[in-house]
Protein backbone atom coordinates (compact mmCIF):
# COMPACT_ATOMS: atom_id res chain seq x y z
CA UNK A 1 0.00 0.00 0.00
CA UNK A 2 2.64 2.68 1.12
CA UNK A 3 6.43 2.11 0.59
CA UNK A 4 8.80 4.69 1.87
CA UNK A 5 12.60 3.78 0.48
CA UNK A 6 16.00 5.76 1.92
CA UNK A 7 14.00 8.13 3.55
CA UNK A 8 16.11 11.85 4.20
CA UNK A 9 14.87 14.81 5.51
CA UNK A 10 17.21 17.90 6.73
CA UNK A 11 15.81 21.02 8.71
CA UNK A 12 18.66 23.77 8.58
CA UNK A 13 21.80 21.40 8.42
CA UNK A 14 20.45 18.95 10.68
CA UNK A 15 19.79 15.80 9.57
CA UNK A 16 16.49 14.82 10.97
CA UNK A 17 15.94 11.33 9.33
CA UNK A 18 18.68 9.14 7.64
CA UNK A 19 17.69 6.50 5.58
CA UNK A 20 14.27 5.17 6.48
CA UNK A 21 12.77 2.40 4.84
CA UNK A 22 9.17 1.78 6.01
CA UNK A 23 6.69 -0.66 4.11
CA UNK A 24 2.85 -0.70 4.47
CA UNK A 25 0.49 -3.36 4.08
CA UNK A 26 -3.10 -3.00 2.75
CA UNK A 27 -5.71 -2.83 6.05
CA UNK A 28 -2.82 -2.60 8.53
CA UNK A 29 -2.12 -0.92 11.50
CA UNK A 30 1.30 -0.03 11.58
CA UNK A 31 2.91 2.19 14.49
CA UNK A 32 5.93 4.19 14.81
CA UNK A 33 7.06 4.96 17.95
CA UNK A 34 10.04 6.46 19.65
CA UNK A 35 11.66 9.71 21.91
CA UNK A 36 10.59 13.14 21.03
CA UNK A 37 13.07 14.37 18.22
CA UNK A 38 13.23 10.72 16.71
CA UNK A 39 11.66 11.84 13.52
CA UNK A 40 8.28 10.29 13.61
CA UNK A 41 6.49 13.38 12.50
CA UNK A 42 9.11 14.14 10.08
CA UNK A 43 8.48 11.15 8.25
CA UNK A 44 4.91 11.71 8.48
CA UNK A 45 5.55 15.09 7.15
CA UNK A 46 7.40 13.73 4.50
CA UNK A 47 4.79 11.28 3.30
CA UNK A 48 2.77 14.09 2.89
CA UNK A 49 4.75 16.30 0.98
CA UNK A 50 5.02 18.96 3.19
CA UNK A 51 8.43 19.22 3.71
CA UNK A 52 12.01 18.83 1.50
CA UNK A 53 13.25 15.34 1.74
CA UNK A 54 15.07 13.14 -0.55
CA UNK A 55 14.15 9.45 -1.45
CA UNK A 56 11.36 7.86 -2.64
CA UNK A 57 7.40 7.51 -1.38
CA UNK A 58 5.55 5.09 -3.30
CA UNK A 59 1.65 4.54 -3.08
CA UNK A 60 0.27 1.49 -4.65
CA UNK A 61 3.50 1.36 -6.91
CA UNK A 62 3.14 4.45 -7.99
CA UNK A 63 5.49 7.15 -7.84
CA UNK A 64 4.37 9.67 -5.24
CA UNK A 65 7.17 11.40 -3.87
CA UNK A 66 7.07 14.84 -5.45
CA UNK A 67 3.22 15.19 -6.07
CA UNK A 68 1.87 18.64 -4.10
CA UNK A 69 0.19 17.47 -0.99
CA UNK A 70 -3.27 18.18 -2.42
CA UNK A 71 -2.72 15.83 -4.84
CA UNK A 72 -1.27 13.06 -2.24
CA UNK A 73 -4.62 13.51 -0.77
CA UNK A 74 -6.55 12.88 -3.79
CA UNK A 75 -4.41 9.65 -4.53
CA UNK A 76 -6.32 8.70 -0.83
CA UNK A 77 -3.77 9.86 1.76
CA UNK A 78 -4.53 11.79 4.76
CA UNK A 79 -3.33 13.29 8.05
CA UNK A 80 -4.16 14.04 11.01
CA UNK A 81 -1.64 16.22 12.59
CA UNK A 82 -0.46 16.24 16.13
CA UNK A 83 -2.33 19.26 17.81
CA UNK A 84 -5.77 18.44 16.18
CA UNK A 85 -5.43 22.08 14.33
CA UNK A 86 -8.86 22.17 14.17
CA UNK A 87 -10.42 25.75 12.82
CA UNK A 88 -11.50 26.87 15.50
CA UNK A 89 -13.11 29.84 14.09
CA UNK A 90 -15.63 27.65 12.37
CA UNK A 91 -18.28 25.35 13.21
CA UNK A 92 -18.22 21.46 13.38
CA UNK A 93 -19.53 20.88 10.24
CA UNK A 94 -17.51 23.81 8.24
CA UNK A 95 -13.99 21.84 9.65
CA UNK A 96 -15.49 18.61 8.14
CA UNK A 97 -16.59 20.49 4.72
CA UNK A 98 -13.17 21.91 4.38
CA UNK A 99 -11.89 18.25 5.17
CA UNK A 100 -13.74 17.76 1.53
CA UNK A 101 -12.24 20.21 -0.17
CA UNK A 102 -10.74 17.82 -3.32
CA UNK A 103 -13.18 16.51 -3.65
CA UNK A 104 -16.55 17.94 -5.80
CA UNK A 105 -19.29 15.70 -5.09
CA UNK A 106 -21.65 17.33 -3.20
CA UNK A 107 -24.14 14.40 -2.45
CA UNK A 108 -21.25 11.97 -1.50
CA UNK A 109 -19.79 14.53 0.40
CA UNK A 110 -23.21 15.15 2.53
CA UNK A 111 -23.25 11.46 2.71
CA UNK A 112 -19.68 11.02 4.40
CA UNK A 113 -20.39 13.78 6.93
CA UNK A 114 -23.08 11.87 8.10
CA UNK A 115 -21.45 8.84 8.16
CA UNK A 116 -18.86 11.18 10.32
CA UNK A 117 -21.55 11.89 12.20
CA UNK A 118 -21.94 8.22 12.95
CA UNK A 119 -19.06 7.44 13.87
CA UNK A 120 -18.60 10.50 16.53
CA UNK A 121 -22.63 11.16 17.54
CA UNK A 122 -20.62 13.66 19.52
CA UNK A 123 -20.04 16.20 16.66
CA UNK A 124 -23.27 15.54 15.32
CA UNK A 125 -24.46 16.74 18.77
CA UNK A 126 -22.20 20.17 18.21
CA UNK A 127 -22.51 20.38 14.59
CA UNK A 128 -22.70 24.25 14.79
CA UNK A 129 -20.76 24.82 17.36
CA UNK A 130 -17.49 26.91 16.82
CA UNK A 131 -14.15 23.89 16.90
CA UNK A 132 -12.51 26.47 19.14
CA UNK A 133 -15.32 25.75 21.96
CA UNK A 134 -14.62 22.10 22.14
CA UNK A 135 -12.98 19.98 24.07
CA UNK A 136 -10.09 18.19 24.08
CA UNK A 137 -11.30 14.88 22.82
CA UNK A 138 -13.89 16.69 21.17
CA UNK A 139 -11.40 18.57 18.96
CA UNK A 140 -9.51 15.33 18.58
CA UNK A 141 -12.62 13.21 17.44
CA UNK A 142 -13.24 16.89 14.92
CA UNK A 143 -9.76 16.03 13.23
CA UNK A 144 -9.91 12.40 12.47
CA UNK A 145 -13.33 12.75 10.77
CA UNK A 146 -11.68 15.82 8.65
CA UNK A 147 -9.22 13.69 7.86
CA UNK A 148 -11.91 11.11 6.78
CA UNK A 149 -13.91 13.52 4.26
CA UNK A 150 -10.76 12.98 2.12
CA UNK A 151 -12.13 9.81 2.06
CA UNK A 152 -8.41 8.08 2.48
CA UNK A 153 -7.15 4.87 1.89
CA UNK A 154 -4.34 5.46 4.33
CA UNK A 155 -4.81 7.62 7.26
CA UNK A 156 -1.66 8.75 9.20
CA UNK A 157 -2.32 10.14 12.78
CA UNK A 158 0.45 12.08 14.29
CA UNK A 159 0.31 11.54 18.54
CA UNK A 160 -4.06 10.94 18.50
CA UNK A 161 -4.33 10.38 22.34
CA UNK A 162 -1.76 13.29 23.56
CA UNK A 163 -3.18 15.13 26.37
CA UNK A 164 -6.52 13.45 26.42
CA UNK A 165 -8.05 12.00 29.67
CA UNK A 166 -7.51 8.45 29.92
CA UNK A 167 -11.16 7.09 29.06
CA UNK A 168 -10.64 9.31 26.05
CA UNK A 169 -7.04 7.50 24.96
CA UNK A 170 -9.35 4.40 24.69
CA UNK A 171 -12.10 5.82 22.87
CA UNK A 172 -9.59 6.88 20.45
CA UNK A 173 -7.98 3.29 19.89
CA UNK A 174 -11.44 2.20 19.82
CA UNK A 175 -11.81 4.48 16.58
CA UNK A 176 -8.73 3.03 15.09
CA UNK A 177 -9.56 -0.48 15.26
CA UNK A 178 -13.31 0.49 14.19
CA UNK A 179 -11.41 2.30 11.34
CA UNK A 180 -9.25 -0.65 10.23
CA UNK A 181 -12.05 -2.50 9.92
CA UNK A 182 -14.08 -0.32 7.56
CA UNK A 183 -11.12 -0.65 5.82
CA UNK A 184 -8.75 2.09 5.96
CA UNK A 185 -4.55 1.47 6.76
CA UNK A 186 -3.48 3.35 9.63
CA UNK A 187 -0.35 4.61 10.30
CA UNK A 188 0.05 5.11 13.66
CA UNK A 189 2.56 8.02 15.44
CA UNK A 190 1.83 7.82 19.29
CA UNK A 191 3.92 8.13 22.63
CA UNK A 192 1.96 5.51 23.94
CA UNK A 193 4.14 3.28 22.38
CA UNK A 194 2.02 0.40 24.82
CA UNK A 195 -1.55 0.76 23.61
CA UNK A 196 0.09 1.40 19.94
CA UNK A 197 1.98 -1.66 19.77
CA UNK A 198 -1.08 -3.89 21.11
CA UNK A 199 -3.01 -2.90 18.40
CA UNK A 200 -0.60 -2.67 16.06
CA UNK A 201 0.61 -5.21 13.08
CA UNK A 202 3.46 -3.95 12.68
CA UNK A 203 6.18 -1.19 14.31
CA UNK A 204 8.99 0.31 13.63
CA UNK A 205 11.09 2.47 16.68
CA UNK A 206 12.95 5.09 15.40
CA UNK A 207 16.06 6.90 17.53
CA UNK A 208 17.26 10.25 16.63
CA UNK A 209 16.52 9.67 12.92
CA UNK A 210 17.15 6.18 12.02
CA UNK A 211 15.16 3.01 12.02
CA UNK A 212 16.64 0.90 14.96
CA UNK A 213 14.21 -1.65 15.31
CA UNK A 214 10.80 -3.07 13.65
CA UNK A 215 8.65 -6.38 13.79
CA UNK A 216 5.24 -7.35 14.49
CA UNK A 217 3.96 -5.38 17.40
CA UNK A 218 3.36 -8.16 19.88
CA UNK A 219 6.96 -9.13 19.12
CA UNK A 220 8.16 -5.58 19.90
CA UNK A 221 5.76 -5.49 23.22
CA UNK A 222 7.91 -8.86 24.15
CA UNK A 223 11.72 -6.91 23.33
CA UNK A 224 13.58 -6.15 25.97
CA UNK A 225 15.16 -3.29 24.51
CA UNK A 226 11.81 -1.71 23.86
CA UNK A 227 10.22 -2.63 27.13
CA UNK A 228 12.94 -0.67 28.80
CA UNK A 229 13.04 2.64 26.80
CA UNK A 230 9.45 2.88 25.49
CA UNK A 231 7.26 0.84 28.70
CA UNK A 232 8.73 1.49 31.53
CA UNK A 233 9.80 -1.99 32.48
CA UNK A 234 12.49 -2.04 34.87
CA UNK A 235 14.99 -5.13 35.15
Do not use: C
Not at 68 to 92: N, S
Request: glycine content about 10%.
Amino acid sequence: MLEVIDLHVNYGGINALRGINLTIEENQIVTLIGANGAGKSSTLRAVMGLVKKQGKVLYKGEDITTLPTKDIVRQGIAMVPEGRRVFADLTVEENLILGAYTRSDRKAISRDIERVYDTFPRLKERSWQKAGTLSGGEQQMLAVGRALMSNPKILMMDEPSLGLAPRLVRDIFEIINVLRERGNTILLVEQNARKALERADYGYVLETGELVLEGPGQVLLEDEKVQEAYLGVTR
